[in-house]
């Protein structure tokens, strides 16, 4: 007994100087791994066990026993209750002999340990008394070092909460942000697992556990917590902090661990601290990006705006303006559709799949919505208005002018909530600058071609294609005029009327047209003379084409007509023909005045300085 005694005086003096050493390091492997250590050196004990319990089964924390194996399993709440039986602190010789005394020992209202020792020798003649007394020892001593423990943890997760808040005022990068709220919790606490489930984002984390909120299929407790703003915590062992600013949540945190009894007061008063701060950060974060993309789509419109005054060219316009849509919102479509007198058109500027079908699906419900409420349209999903559509996401916005519907453009994307309500707003910017813009190129071009076009038969006017004529023989090799004169047409004038005879000057107008399609230019010369510009054709190719002219003339006009037909071609490398435009027309004046007086209703082709008679 003396001997006990003694052992038991030398391991409560060396315990004062682990307490003293080592209260550093509280609770943690190394602390216990040394207290263990000391149970063999002053009891003389062959090996010690120490399990932990967080009311679950006890669990082996540290032991004495050197293996390279898997740990044991944990050992049952009823098996640790069989053991001590109506003892309430120690036992001797419990589980079956297995191990030769088992102390308890309970460090708050959650947390308990068991102490089981092997050691037959060293246990077996020690007393009651003497159990007691190792048992006060050693329980003083968890709970100092648990106490310890617990402040030198709550203080290294204050640390770090610091640090990181430092890192957060510091950053204005969301991206920067979450990774580093993953990287606090995983370092503060290493054994659970942890989410963050963003709202409103379309970032590219990679494999960190970052992810959009599914409002639809959400966990409960993890809208509760978006919804009120308060952490909750669910039946299977998991928390949900919401990331929290000043002016509304952004995400919520989730974190799961093995218990949820694990969920201790400090754990959860830090995890909420972290949350608002990252919240409070986010917020911050994501205002500054907010404003930043502002000026950047001030300076977009601005410079939209200033190129579109320059262009011309509708085309050019468009161009521009389909380029500044698809670098701002990464469209998977864009189609623009001009409307004038209840007729719409798309422009061929439009992505290729709008002059298809499903294309044209889109376009005919715009353009419904867009003609009756004269409103833009923003949809993220359009599975419930257009059917089997290949295309979900949707963006449309009308184009006026002196309240005037001018036209539209729609926006497509083929996942669902692509675009953005900010991405939406631009391009209500983008298109209400243009629209002025559009207009102009339109009346320009359309003032143009009136310019240049015969009002009556819609063929080219004679001084465009005097201008063709000059560019050609600046630029071209060859090339070839036909003048064409309608035969009699005083006759139909008087016969019929001018009405008439201005029908067959569109009629033949119109023939002209189809006839030489994208070979040429057709003019109307004067009254009843028109001509047509052949450019980079050979003589022969020419001449079929004056031919036909002639021959569909005849079978085609009603009342009928004939033409006369001169023709006359250039080469640059031949000395003898036409140098000129002057003498080309001139020559083929000449071809055409043979014609008229020699029968008419044929053609006759300028060779060299001679006239041939077909």
């Known amino acids: 007994m003396i001997n006990l005694t003694d052992k038991l005086h030398a391991y409560k003096s060396k315990l004062f100087d682990l307490i003293h050493d080592d209260m550093s390091i509280g609770l943690q492997s190394e602390h216990l791994h040394n207290w263990l250590e000391l149970l063999k050196e002053c009891l003389g004990i062959e090996e010690a066990f120490l399990y932990r319990s967080r009311k679950e089964d006890f669990r082996l924390l540290q032991s004495t026993e050197e293996r390279e194996a898997p740990a044991p399993p944990p050992l049952s709440r009823s098996c640790i209750a069989s053991c001590f039986?109506?003892?309430?602190?120690?036992?001797?010789?419990?589980?079956?002999?297995?191990?030769?005394?088992?102390?308890?020992?309970?460090?708050?209202?959650?947390?308990?340990?068991?102490?089981?020792?092997?050691?037959?020798?060293?246990?077996?003649?020690?007393?009651?008394?003497?159990?007691?007394?190792?048992?006060?020892?050693?329980?003083?001593?968890?709970?100092?070092?648990?106490?310890?423990?617990?402040?030198?943890?709550?203080?290294?997760?204050?640390?770090?909460?610091?640090?990181?808040?430092?890192?957060?005022?510091?950053?204005?990068?969301?991206?920067?942000?979450?990774?580093?709220?993953?990287?606090?919790?995983?370092?503060?606490?290493?054994?659970?697992?942890?989410?963050?489930?963003?709202?409103?984002d379309r970032y590219d984390f990679g494999s960190l556990p970052i992810k959009s909120f599914d409002f639809e299929k959400a966990n409960p407790f993890a809208m509760q917590a978006f919804v009120n703003g308060d952490i909750e915590l669910d039946e299977g062992s998991m928390l949900?902090?919401?990331?929290?600013?000043?002016?509304?949540?952004?995400?919520?945190?989730?974190?799961?661990?093995?218990?949820?009894?694990?969920?201790?007061?400090?754990?959860?008063?830090?995890?909420?601290?972290?949350?608002?701060?990252?919240?409070?950060?986010?917020?911050?974060?994501?205002?500054?990006?907010?404003?930043?993309?502002?000026?950047?789509?001030?300076?977009?419109?601005?410079?939209?705006?200033h190129q579109l005054n320059l262009e011309s060219r509708l085309s050019d316009t468009l161009l521009f303006l389909k380029k500044q849509i698809q670098r701002s919102f990464l469209p998977s479509a864009i189609g623009f559709v001009l409307i004038e007198k209840d007729e719409s058109a798309t422009l061929e500027q439009s992505s290729s799949v709008f002059f298809t079908d499903e294309g044209q699906k889109y376009i005919s419900y715009v353009n419904e919505r867009i003609t009756k409420d004269r409103d833009s349209i923003f949809l993220g999903d359009v599975s419930d208005r257009i059917a089997a559509p290949d295309f979900l996401s949707l963006m449309a916005?009308?184009?006026?002018?002196?309240?005037?519907?001018?036209?539209?453009?729609?926006?497509?994307?083929?996942?669902?909530?692509?675009?953005?309500?900010?991405?939406?707003?631009?391009?209500?910017?983008?298109?209400?600058?243009?629209?002025?813009?559009?207009?102009?190129?339109?009346?320009?071009?359309?003032?143009?071609?009136?310019?240049?076009?015969?009002?009556?038969?819609?063929?080219?006017?004679?001084?465009?294609?005097?201008?063709?004529?000059?560019t050609a023989m600046k630029e071209d090799r060859l090339g070839t005029v036909l003048l064409i004169d309608i035969d009699d047409f005083k006759s139909v004038n008087d016969s019929y009327g001018h009405q008439i005879g201005d029908e067959v000057l569109?009629?033949?107008?119109?023939?002209?047209?189809?006839?030489?399609?994208?070979?040429?230019?057709?003019?109307?010369?004067?009254?009843?003379?028109?001509?047509?510009?052949?450019?980079?054709?050979?003589?022969?190719e020419a001449l079929v084409i004056a031919e036909t002219i002639v021959e569909e003339i005849a079978c085609k006009t009603e009342p009928r007509v004939t033409l006369s037909c001169g023709l006359s071609s250039w080469g640059k490398y031949e000395s003898t023909g036409p140098q000129s435009v002057k003498e080309l027309v001139k020559k083929a004046d000449e071809a055409l005045y043979i014609a008229k007086n020699h029968g008419k209703n044929q053609v006759v082709e300028d060779l060299d300085t001679r006239l041939l008679i077909k």
Not at 510 to 522: H, R
Request: charged share 25%.
């Open 85 to 200: 039986r109506d003892a309430s602190h120690f036992v001797r010789n419990c589980r079956d002999s297995v191990f030769h005394a088992g102390f308890r020992f309970q460090t708050d209202d959650e947390e308990s340990y068991v102490l089981l020792i092997q050691g037959r020798d060293a246990m077996e003649t020690a007393e009651a008394d003497w159990l007691s007394s190792f048992w006060k020892a050693s329980d003083q001593f968890m709970k100092h070092a648990w106490k310890i423990g617990n402040v030198f943890e709550e203080e290294r997760r204050y640390r770090e909460l610091f640090k990181v808040t430092e890192v957060f005022h510091s950053n204005r990068d969301v991206q920067a942000l979450l990774v580093q709220i993953i990287e606090t919790l995983r370092e503060v606490f290493p054994q659970d697992t942890f989410q963050i489930l963003l709202s409103n």
């Open 240 to 305: 949900y902090a919401p990331l929290r600013g000043k002016q509304g949540i952004y995400g919520v945190l989730e974190v799961g661990t093995a218990s949820h009894m694990l969920f201790t007061e400090q754990k959860i008063e830090f995890i909420k601290l972290l949350a608002y701060t990252a919240g409070s950060a986010l917020e911050n974060a994501k205002l500054y990006e907010q404003s930043k993309r502002l000026i950047s789509d001030l300076q977009l419109i601005n410079e939209t705006s």
């Open 397 to 470: 916005v009308p184009m006026t002018q002196n309240e005037a519907l001018i036209g539209f453009c729609v926006v497509l994307h083929t996942e669902a909530y692509m675009f953005s309500f900010d991405m939406y707003k631009l391009l209500q910017s983008f298109i209400h600058h243009s629209a002025l813009a559009i207009t102009n190129a339109t009346l320009r071009e359309e003032l143009e071609h009136l310019v240049i076009t015969d009002h009556m038969t819609k063929l080219y006017a004679r001084h465009y294609l005097d201008d063709k004529m000059e």
């Open 506 to 540: 569109i009629q033949v107008a119109g023939l002209l047209k189809d006839i030489i399609g994208e070979n040429g230019f057709a003019a109307r010369w004067g009254g009843e003379e028109m001509a047509v510009y052949l450019p980079r054709l050979e003589r022969k």
